[in-house]
């Protein structure tokens, strides 16, 4: 179950960018974008698998109850005392009325409230939300919305869409756009991040599991930055202005932000690390970075960081591996910018991972 469900969440986080990118789209001017391609029938399934991949996080709550209350008791429970199951009965009711919103040709404005609706269901079942209500369900909301936006757009864009002659028209628009995005969600990821691990206790909570994919999760945003650097202002300079193909990069750059999804999903199926120390001594460290260091951790009291010739080393490999996305670039090869993208992630992991001392 613990390996389903972040499959399942990641699903889920492409589908709400996929419906996020469809609705906002309708707002955009046929001249200031690509026509796209996607079927009435698409979306409703798409509606429809969102509610399925929503019951994960229900599922993965019921199963930690269900041993010592039963089954049917953990189930009841969840769905009317948890704020992860009201919310996934909400979604349900949300998901519902924008389905028949989609098929009887609702007006957009409906279909932007309903989805508007559905995130604040996501951020009402979050984590935070219930550590902070009203400012954990704002940050999470904002996060969650403004991701599904950005990347749901580059979504339709990338892989429903063969029309490249408004491609400038379009980054006349995406480009701030997707600049406002990255600040928003910045903020956003900054303010959730204090509510579960401390500034302070950053470092240390790379021996607990989550914060390891926390850590990852941090890395792999640096080529996401330097693809949609490349995609918003540096591939049309480097072709003029013929009528390159922009679509394989942007699919590239899909690729990059469908890493940091996954690294995301997995830390929702984790326990947040309040306090670190008592999170290592109550459950233990990570049982790979122990590997890792060659050392049992029992407290973080003296973790640190200390540089070291390999760290050294590995981090300026990895530095050359973002040189090499740029090359990949100037030679139209978004593939191995992919190639790239990923050894800058694991160089850049293993770098880090040397300079920590117990």
């Given at each position: 179950?613990?390996?389903?469900?972040?499959?399942?969440?990641?699903?889920?986080?492409?589908?709400?960018?996929?419906?996020?990118?469809?609705?906002?789209?309708?707002?955009?001017?046929?001249?200031?974008?690509?026509?796209?391609?996607?079927?009435?029938?698409?979306?409703?399934?798409?509606?429809?698998?969102?509610?399925?991949?929503?019951?994960?996080?229900?599922?993965?709550?019921?199963?930690?109850?269900?041993?010592?209350?039963?089954?049917?008791?953990?189930?009841?429970?969840?769905?009317?005392?948890?704020?992860?199951?009201?919310?996934?009965?909400?979604?349900?009711?949300?998901?519902?009325?924008?389905?028949?919103?989609?098929?009887?040709?609702?007006?957009?404005?409906?279909?932007?409230?309903?989805?508007?609706?559905?995130?604040?269901?996501?951020?009402?079942?979050?984590?935070?939300?219930?550590?902070?209500?009203?400012?954990?369900?704002?940050?999470?909301?904002?996060?969650?919305?403004?991701?599904?936006?950005?990347?749901?757009?580059?979504?339709?864009?990338?892989?429903?869409?063969?029309?490249?002659?408004?491609?400038?028209?379009?980054?006349?628009w995406f480009t701030p756009f997707a600049v406002v995005s990255?600040?928003?969600?910045?903020i956003s990821g900054f303010s959730l991040m204090k509510y579960?691990?401390?500034?302070?206790?950053?470092?240390?909570?790379?021996?607990?599991?989550?914060?390891?994919?926390?850590?990852?999760?941090?890395?792999?945003?640096?080529?996401?930055?330097?693809?949609?650097?490349?995609?918003?202002?540096?591939?049309?300079?480097?072709?003029?202005?013929?009528?390159?193909?922009?679509?394989?990069?942007?699919?590239?750059?899909?690729?990059?932000?469908?890493?940091?999804?996954?690294?995301?999903?997995?830390?929702g199926t984790l326990s947040p690390p309040h306090d670190v120390?008592?999170?290592?001594?109550?459950?233990?460290?990570?049982?790979?970075?122990?590997?890792?260091?060659?050392?049992?951790?029992?407290?973080?009291?003296?973790?640190?960081?200390?540089?070291?010739?390999?760290?050294?080393?590995?981090?300026?490999?990895?530095?050359?591996?973002?040189?090499?996305?740029?090359?990949?670039?100037?030679?139209?090869?978004?593939?191995?910018?992919?190639?790239?993208?990923?050894?800058?992630?694991?160089?850049?992991?293993?770098?880090?991972?040397?300079?920590?001392?117990?």
């Amino acid at each position: 179950m613990s390996i389903l469900i972040p499959f399942v969440e990641l699903i889920n986080y492409c589908l709400y960018s996929i419906l996020a990118g469809y609705i906002a789209l309708q707002f955009v001017p046929n001249e200031y974008k690509p026509i796209t391609k996607v079927s009435k029938k698409a979306i409703l399934l798409l509606l429809l698998g969102i509610y399925i991949c929503s019951f994960g996080p229900v599922v993965q709550v019921i199963s930690y109850f269900s041993d010592s209350v039963g089954f049917a008791l953990a189930t009841y429970s969840v769905l009317t005392d948890f704020q992860v199951g009201r919310a996934w009965i909400s979604t349900g009711f949300l998901t519902v009325f924008l389905w028949l919103t989609i098929v009887l040709n609702g007006s957009k404005y409906i279909q932007a409230i309903l989805l508007l609706f559905m995130v604040l269901s996501v951020g009402y079942a979050s984590h935070v939300a219930s550590l902070s209500f009203w400012s954990g369900l704002i940050a999470h909301s904002a996060h969650f919305l403004v991701i599904s936006l950005w990347v749901g757009v580059l979504i339709h864009v990338a892989w429903f869409s063969n029309d490249q002659e408004k491609w400038s028209k379009f980054l006349k628009w995406f480009t701030p756009f997707a600049v406002v995005s990255l600040v928003i969600i910045f903020i956003s990821g900054f303010s959730l991040m204090k509510y579960i691990v401390e500034p302070k206790d950053y470092v240390s909570s790379w021996v607990l599991p989550y914060g390891q994919m926390l850590l990852l999760k941090h890395i792999s945003i640096i080529p996401l930055l330097i693809f949609a650097l490349i995609n918003g202002l540096l591939l049309k300079r480097v072709h003029g202005d013929s009528l390159y193909n922009p679509r394989p990069w942007i699919k590239a750059e899909g690729l990059i932000i469908l890493i940091t999804f996954y690294f995301t999903s997995i830390m929702g199926t984790l326990s947040p690390p309040h306090d670190v120390d008592f999170t290592v001594k109550s459950e233990g460290a990570s049982k790979w970075v122990e590997w890792l260091l060659g050392k049992e951790i029992v407290t973080t009291m003296n973790v640190g960081l200390k540089g070291n010739f390999p760290s050294i080393l590995m981090m300026v490999l990895s530095l050359l591996f973002i040189g090499m996305i740029f090359v990949s670039m100037k030679r139209i090869n978004p593939l191995s910018a992919v190639f790239f993208g990923v050894s800058f992630i694991f160089t850049m992991y293993f770098g880090i991972m040397m300079i920590v001392s117990i």
